[in-house]
């Protein structure tokens, strides 16, 4: 080795392409080597510095006593190694990190320089750069410490049993493990407050208490700042928000961190609370470390989302415990109250069979006496007497009946007997029931039957007619003046079944919003003053609902107090013959057909009616205006072809007015079809001699219209002038009275009333009567004596009717004859009919019965035995 130290020749060989400082010192502790590395990292040039004392420039060296190192270097001539970790570095020497100025890291080797001989010239310093290799592997710890906190988080979050227990365990990993000096959770209360919910500190477990409001209150707000951003973590750097936070300088100096973090807490886009992070160090939470973290925030979110579904299953699971003791409670005592309801059920229907029974027998012989004396010769006041009486009778039936048939719905007794039925004329015969009712009042009566309603159905006629009764009862005992309508039609329809829809609308008095909502309760009317001024209790209505419900329809009503109600109902219904198109008549295709009659809704419905055959319809108010639009129609060429005239106009003779379209017509015999609902106007013109005219009572259906309509159609394009009218089917009383042969009759009946009034009926008719009050009494008749009928009433005391009827079937084996036995009831239930025919019976009345059911029994009975 040299023994002298050329310092340019060395620092030239030195300094070129090295990537580290090389500082060298004489004995004197005199710079004499600073390569370029040097001066770029310490800003110095080489030519300021040669010659000057390290320790003198650096004072430093000697305050921090690595002074040391070099002189026992030099003294010693032993080489030292400064790790970073201790040292961290020699010469104060910055570097540009980012935006900011950063202390170098260094890691400094010092070797002593010898000659040849051995003895030492100075010290080589050898400086190199770590900053950016500790810095990494720092923050490789960091994440890593990191990754094993998420995993042990992971791992917390399906052992955690509460909220409290997991966001603490979070808390303390992110101290304990990872390294952090603070940890805290803020959660929203129930009125959008941030609340801390728990905390950790790095050596312990501190509570909400021990960090003053003071201390929190501009950490709460950048908590609600991180909320209004939406999902992105908010961080803040002490030293850098120092103005701007003084809160944070404050609690910082206190505590010592540098650096805070917040990341919002999210169940779904619902923000429920924010993880709030402190930490010692300036430069932590860059973008590697935020998203780790965020993890972390939904791992938090997660756990509380599994947590709270948690205990919303195990309350709810409570909620159901107690629900099904509750229930299990209430079946129990529902099963009781089931079982003592059951036995009153029963108790009560027993009474109401029994007081149907001795009701009905003495309410049979007070009808059937009534129509007795009816029948004779009586003054005037005698006979308005007996049909108050006969009518007060008739409407405690109909209520007997209704709290029976309330009783046997109830109790789910009812028998529903499907069967094909002709729709419209079952509705004709309906409404026939209820005119007499409508036109004494002078209500006008009419039935809407829509083109696409089927002519045959498959249903339950007796329970509809039921319905339709009553609501139309009802329509005409609540309505003064005006008119009831019933419509029928088509709602819906599938490959199976179809919904029919009726509806039955008035001009009465109406019923008011709040009563409509109790209208179909049983015991209940609109109006507590209707039940004092028209009658009734309300039970109607609440046996049409059920009525109607268990056809799978439904029943409603809409009203307008002084303007009238229209009560809807539906019911499913199948169509008993496969659809045919409508027949085309070619008579009536194209017909000119002048519609007179005063009321409206009446004239519409019959203008739709024939619109359906093709007629052209012109509607008139009144006989004028019939008599203005024929002279109108005659101006312009043209000819009524027939004339539909409702009779019952006001100020309008029928006949004359009649007379008075055909002159105006000039045709004699244009055909002019009479409508009345006046009993006296129907045979009155029924018997008048006016060639092409026939009469119909009103309402008129469909079919007896275009029947008519036809018929006179027919016999004027026959030019056939004799008198014509259509018969209308009438419902004929079977008369025996007149009949030539009579007949001898055996009655067994245990009430002697039933009995005199059977007899009466039956000698009235001029035959011969025995009457028994038992069973056993009537088998022993009739081996006795020759009979040509037997009314028998069922129930009887000892033998009752069936075992006697029982008794005569065995005794005829032997002789092969057979009489005709009626079953007299009370009942019409299908059971007892079955049992009647069981034991042998022919046929039944059921009690109350009058002269009609008596003389057609006889009739059909007789006419089957012959």
């Known amino acids: 080795m040299l023994n002298t130290i050329n310092p340019s020749a060395f620092a030239e060989i030195l300094t070129k392409g090295l990537s580290f400082g090389t500082i060298i010192l004489d004995r004197d502790y005199r710079i004499t080597l600073w390569n370029e590395w040097m001066e770029k990292h310490s800003g110095i040039r080489e030519r300021h510095i040669i010659g000057q004392n390290i320790f003198e420039k650096y004072p430093e060296i000697q305050e921090r006593n690595k002074n040391k190192y070099i002189t026992e270097c030099m003294e010693r001539q032993i080489p030292f190694l400064l790790s970073p970790l201790i040292h961290n570095h020699l010469i104060p020497l910055n570097i540009v990190k980012g935006t900011e100025d950063i202390r170098m890291i260094q890691n400094v080797r010092i070797y002593p320089l010898p000659d040849d001989e051995g003895n030492i010239l100075g010290v080589l310093i050898i400086i190199m750069d770590l900053t950016e290799q500790v810095i990494h592997e720092k ?8 990754l094993d906190g998420i995993r042990n988080i992971d791992q917390l979050i399906t052992r955690a049993e509460s909220e409290d227990e997991l966001l603490r365990g979070v808390c303390r990993t992110l101290v304990g493990h990872i390294g952090y000096m603070l940890s805290w959770v803020g959660l929203l209360d129930e009125s959008d407050h941030i609340r801390v919910a728990t905390f950790a500190w790095a050596e312990h477990e501190i509570s909400e208490s021990e960090i003053t409001e003071h201390d929190l209150k501009d950490a709460l707000e950048m908590v609600g700042n991180s909320f209004k951003i939406k999902g992105r973590p908010m961080v803040e750097r002490i030293e850098e928000d120092m103005f701007s936070a003084p809160l944070y300088s404050e609690f910082a100096t206190r505590t010592g961190y540098n650096s805070f973090c917040s990341l919002p807490i999210k169940i779904g886009d619902d923000f429920i609370g924010t993880l709030n992070i402190h930490s010692k160090e300036k430069n932590v939470f860059q973008e590697e470390e935020l998203v780790l973290l965020e993890e972390v925030a939904s791992d938090i979110s997660f756990g509380i989302k599994t947590l709270r579904e948690r205990e919303k299953k195990r309350q709810a699971e409570t909620e159901l415990r107690e629900s099904q003791k509750k229930m299990w409670l209430m079946i129990e005592q529902l099963t009781e109250s089931r079982k003592a309801a059951e036995i009153a059920n029963k108790a009560k229907s027993e009474f109401l069979a029994n007081m149907g029974h001795e009701i009905r027998t003495p309410m049979n012989i007070i009808l059937g006496m009534t129509d007795i004396v009816l029948g004779g010769e009586l003054t005037s006041d005698q006979r308005d007497l007996l049909e108050t009486v006969r009518g007060s009778a008739d409407s405690l039936m109909e209520l007997l009946n209704d709290i029976l048939d309330l009783s046997t719905i109830e109790a789910g007794k009812l028998k529903m007997e499907e069967t094909a039925f002709e729709l419209e004329g079952f509705l004709a015969s309906v409404i026939r029931e209820m005119a007499s009712d409508a036109h004494r009042k002078g209500l006008e009566l009419a039935c809407h039957f829509k083109f696409d309603v089927p002519l045959f159905i498959s249903g339950y006629p007796e329970r509809l007619r ?31 079944d179809m919904m029919l829809h009726f509806s039955v609308t008035d001009t009465g008095i109406g019923i008011f919003p709040e009563q409509i909502a109790f209208i179909f309760d049983r015991f209940t009317q609109g109006d507590g003053s209707s039940t004092r001024r028209y009658g009734g209790i309300g039970l109607g209505t609440a046996i049409s609902k059920q009525l109607v419900e268990m056809m799978g329809g439904q029943i409603w009503v809409e009203s307008t107090p002084g303007r009238g109600s229209v009560f809807h109902f539906t019911i499913r219904a199948k169509q008993k013959h496969k659809p045919e198109p409508r027949p085309k008549y070619a008579e009536l295709d194209g017909l000119i057909l002048l519609i007179a009659d005063d009321n409206d809704s009446s004239r519409e419905i019959l203008a739709e009616m024939v619109s359906r055959w093709n007629i052209i319809p012109i509607g008139a108010k009144n006989g004028q205006t019939a008599l203005k639009k024929l002279k109108r129609i005659r101006a312009e060429g043209g000819y009524p072809d027939m004339v539909l005239l409702d009779a019952d106009m006001p100020g309008t003779n029928g006949h004359e007015l009649a007379e008075q379209l055909r002159m105006t017509n000039k045709t004699e015999n244009m055909p002019v079809i009479f409508l009345t609902s006046s009993e006296d106007n129907y045979k009155h013109l029924s018997h008048q001699n006016l060639p092409g005219a026939v009469c119909l009572p009103k309402p008129v259906l469909p079919t007896a219209l ?32 007149g009949t030539e042969k009579k007949f001898r009759i055996l009655v067994a009946e245990d009430n002697q009333f039933n009995q005199m009034l059977i007899s009466v009926l039956l000698n009235k008719g001029g035959h011969e009567v ?28 000892d033998t009752d009717g069936l075992e006697a009827t029982r008794i005569i079937r065995d005794k005829e084996k032997n002789t092969g004859s057979h009489i005709p036995i009626v079953a007299i009831t009370a009942d019409g239930e299908k059971n007892d009919l079955n049992k009647c025919a069981e ?16 003389f057609a029994a006889i009739e059909r009975n007789l006419k089957l035995k012959t």
């Open 139 to 146: 923050e490789v710890f960091r994440l890593t410490c990191l």
């Open 466 to 496: 039921q319905i339709l009764l009553n609501l139309m009862g009802n329509a005409i005992k609540f309505t003064k003046t005006g008119e009831v309508i019933l419509k029928a039609e088509k709602e819906t329809e599938n490959l199976t």
């Open 706 to 737: 275009l029947k008519t309509m036809l018929a006179v159609r027919r016999d004027h394009q026959r030019h056939a002038l004799t008198q014509k009218k259509n018969e209308i089917p009438q419902k004929q009383k079977t008369t025996m009275s």
């Open 770 to 797: 025995v009457a028994v009050g038992d069973g056993k009494a009537a088998a022993d008749a009739f081996v006795r004596e020759q009979f040509d009928l037997i009314f028998m009433d069922i129930h009887m005391p």
């Open 839 to 854: 034991a042998g019976m022919d046929s039944h009345i059921i009690k109350p019965f009058n002269y009609d059911n008596i």
